[in-house]
């Protein structure tokens, strides 16, 4: 069922594999033709190792895993993977593509879901792999400043030895940049607490398209001089510029992390377990995670994870972050008694030990990883008003009838985001026909996202429409014709082919 | 010491009475000579008449209070005020002013202290003041919706009614608008605890310069589909278009607000009183505000506001919000307890009542109100690691010695934000000339933002390099001329005059 083109035009080709697949009319998601960009000649490559000794990759096997992505979906063909150790070094590279029409891909962790981290075609890749220093910490205000490439779980390890931690979290930290994460806009389990990266990084250092730095590295709370800048940046995939180093607030470690995993019959019981968690957790509330019974076999028959309580339809993980044990306790307490009266929740069980918050954790936080050994999986991140969100995945289950092997809900209840994924034993066209534009078309109707937390990369570019006035993507279309006149960085990606 | 022009040129000229007076030598923030826009017509008036049939005022009396900025610092002469109701009669205004080049100065309640909201010349004043609806709430999420023209206090009112809060608060809130506090990025009083506009405003809807309507209303927590153009209207001051309409994320209304006030022998011991609280009052902390002895005598003086503790160099206001009083209270107990014990705190006062609640903050809200009374103020809004912001009043009081009447610091230490007023008998430009440059190069050499919360239109905008790097100025000026071509919104703000 796949693509594939004549070996000798592989070099040429965008193996997008899971939106090749889809049948003879192409699919929205499909990459577009080669832009006429350059292609590396030997004399670029020239320059390349000599601004960048050894680390200017050439080798096949050593560049095969920066052209695919980590679902396996997409598989560019770049000859050239360039690795950087300083924004000089990036302004440089970027200088010498711009003035020789090259398309540049920038690379973070490569931990994308929506194939916005690895090249369509010949792309150049940047990898911010070796970007990978902190540059201060303020112990006092509690702002970390580094470079773009260090990992989040580094960063995470980093601050809880100072008695902060980062923002944000989220299944892939053990690989993902921290550059990448603001590139795209994470958001992960906690957001519910504390907010967005729109809120939380203070400043970032980017080069542009044409190699120009541009500094607003700044390490204030406030700051109103002039357009907040660095905002552009802060979700733009890599197509307005390459962020080099960012500066984030961080919260204090909380004293006290409680993590319990309950239960619920229906999903409407959840929603009033959610509400009632917001009254009386109130402060310390710091996620409020589900998932449905669905994932929880998966979870079991791929993982051999056990479900800690008993058999559910639905289930949440909820963790509280406070700054008294005792307080925290009490409260938690209290709530849980309301929602066992209340008879909201059938069964539930508390950690408030590492080990064991660990392994409620990863109920959650595996999911994902667990669907991957389910064959094929089309997947989906939807925003809605909290009260909608499981009744998409109903929906979809009730129009698919038996063409899914399984329809799998699960998500951040809190931001009122579903993750709703779709697996079959192989690709099959029919299948994705049946879910899109259905799935789409379902969330613009209730004024949802059709990316919350995802982005858009190459996958979902084309379905920008459905969540954005085209206002509002021509908009968009001058921005990226403003500060990357060529359109060199990250290519294919972001926003659709058909802009106006 | 007024600059005025001979009469029958006033209507061309800005009495922009505070930075005139400087003297011979034109200051960085004077006013630049009026632009070629268009004079208005009576075929013009006669437009405006037909579309807003009542509400193009042109009474001299009524435009009175629309010329003159809460400081009464700058003048503009514009002769005529239009009061929309809707984003359509918005839209035409804009669409007619953009093809006639006449220039338009956006304004909301009129509350900003740089001379942003105010005309500079005989530019059209756009009041939001007729569009003051509420949209929609969703009780669920707390996720409101309004017209841009509401008030901060009457949204804050409805919203208590259900039971939820608006993320910022300001002393200006009796008139402020939510629209002008987002064109503005308002800092205010609950910045600590709820983190800024750029985190909490969920949508924007914004009238560009050519009457483009730009709907990015969304109310959704999350949403990664494409660039976050709304982030752009944050805090751009009325220049890049006007914000018709807002969504904010609200948070719930606590069970337990308690306030503090505290007196301290040094900043030193503020500053560890401050990390204090960080650390034990944790979660609950919603405000850490300060004001030094010479803001009280202020307050004593021109209010007859009374100091409700013995006197102390420094004064602390500390405000916690959570969802059980107990707690909260055995909390603040905790933190009361060890900071008297480690004579952090020499004496200090608690309210739990809203009246004495009220009566605490009034301490800190009123400061800006009693300066008015002193004669001149010349005020600066500085952003600084928080380890160095009463270091800037003690040197300005070096530099100056007698020159100044007084030398005050107030503001927010939670988020190293640093009112300095200085004060005079009256606008005295060899004491303006003694604090200017210094005061800006002072905050330079710490990397400090000149404009923490105020923003710097006509006032500060000449200012904006000790701040940002020249490629970020002069990537503003390509934005501005993207979204706004021939410079018909809030001419002579934000942007320095001479824009590379």
Redesign the interface.
């Known amino acids: 069922m796949l693509f594939f083109p004549p070996k000798e035009k592989r070099k040429e080709k965008c193996l997008c594999l899971q939106t090749r697949a889809d049948g003879p009319t192409p699919s929205p998601a499909a990459a577009p033709d080669r832009l006429p960009f350059s292609r590396i000649t030997p004399e670029d490559l020239s320059f390349f190792r000599t601004i960048l000794p050894g680390r200017a990759i050439t080798d096949p096997d050593l560049l095969e895993s920066s052209n695919v992505d980590w679902l396996k979906s997409v598989k560019g063909s770049s000859e050239v993977l360039l690795r950087p150790q300083t924004t000089e070094e990036v302004s440089q590279i970027l200088k010498y593509c711009n003035s020789r029409n090259l398309a540049v891909n920038p690379q973070g962790g490569n931990t994308g879901l929506v194939g916005g981290s690895v090249p369509v075609y010949d792309e150049i890749v940047l990898s911010t792999a070796l970007m990978n220093n902190i540059l201060t910490f ?1 112990s ?2 509690g702002i970390l400043t580094c470079q773009a490439g260090c990992v989040l779980e580094n960063l995470s390890l980093y601050l809880e030895e100072r008695d902060y931690i980062m923002p944000l979290d989220l299944g892939a930290k053990g690989s993902c940049h921290i550059g990448g994460n603001v590139a ?2 994470a ?1 992960g389990l906690r ?1 519910l607490r504390y ?2 990266l ?3 990084v203070l400043g970032l250092e980017v080069v542009l398209a044409d190699g ?5 590295l ?12 660095k ?2 940046f ?3 995939e890599g197509t ?1 510029g390459i962020i080099t180093a960012v500066s984030v607030l961080c919260p ?1 470690k ?2 006290s992390v409680n993590v319990v995993f309950l239960g619920c019959e229906t999903f409407e019981q959840l929603l009033k377990t959610f ?1 009632l968690s ?7 509330l710091s996620a409020f995670e589900f998932l449905d019974s669905e994932c929880m076999r998966l979870l079991n028959t791929h993982l051999k994870l056990l479900n800690p309580i008993s058999d559910c339809p639905f289930y949440v993980v909820i963790e509280t ?4 044990p005792t ?1 925290d306790g ?2 938690l307490h209290n709530f849980l008694e309301e929602a066992m009266t209340s008879s909201l929740v059938t069964d539930g069980t508390v950690a408030t030990e590492d080990s064991k918050i660990k392994g409620l954790w990863s109920m959650r936080e595996r999911v994902t990883e667990a669907l991957t050994h389910e064959g094929f999986t089309y997947k989906y991140d939807i ?5 909608r969100i499981y009744q998409l995945v109903t929906d979809m289950r009730e129009h698919l009838q038996d063409r899914a092997k399984s329809v799998v809900g699960y998500g ?1 209840v809190g ?3 579903l993750h709703l994924n779709i697996t079959s034993p192989a690709k099959d066209p029919a299948l994705l026909a049946a879910i899109e534009p259905f799935v789409y078309e379902w969330t613009a109707r209730y ?10 990369g190459l996958k ?1 570019r084309n ?2 429409y459905y ?3 085209s ?3 021509s ?2 279309g ?2 990226k014709a ?1 500060l990357d006149p060529k359109g060199i960085l990250n290519p294919y990606k ?2 659709p082919d058909n802009l106006k």
Chains 1, 2 share one sequence.
């Open positions: 303020d006092i205000s795209t806009n958001g957001l907010g967005s729109h809120g939380t120009r730095v541009l500094d607003c700044a390490t204030l709370r406030k700051d109103n001089t002039g357009y907040d800048l905002q552009l802060i979700g733009s307005l204090r909380p004293k509400q917001r009254g009386m957790l109130g402060e310390i972050s406070g700054s008294d307080h009490e409260k925003s809605l008003p909290v009260e951040h931001d009122g985001n004024n949802g996202s059709i990316s919350a937390e995802h982005g858009l979902k379905y920008i969540s954005k006035a206002q509002a993507v908009l968009m001058n921005i403003m972001t926003l």
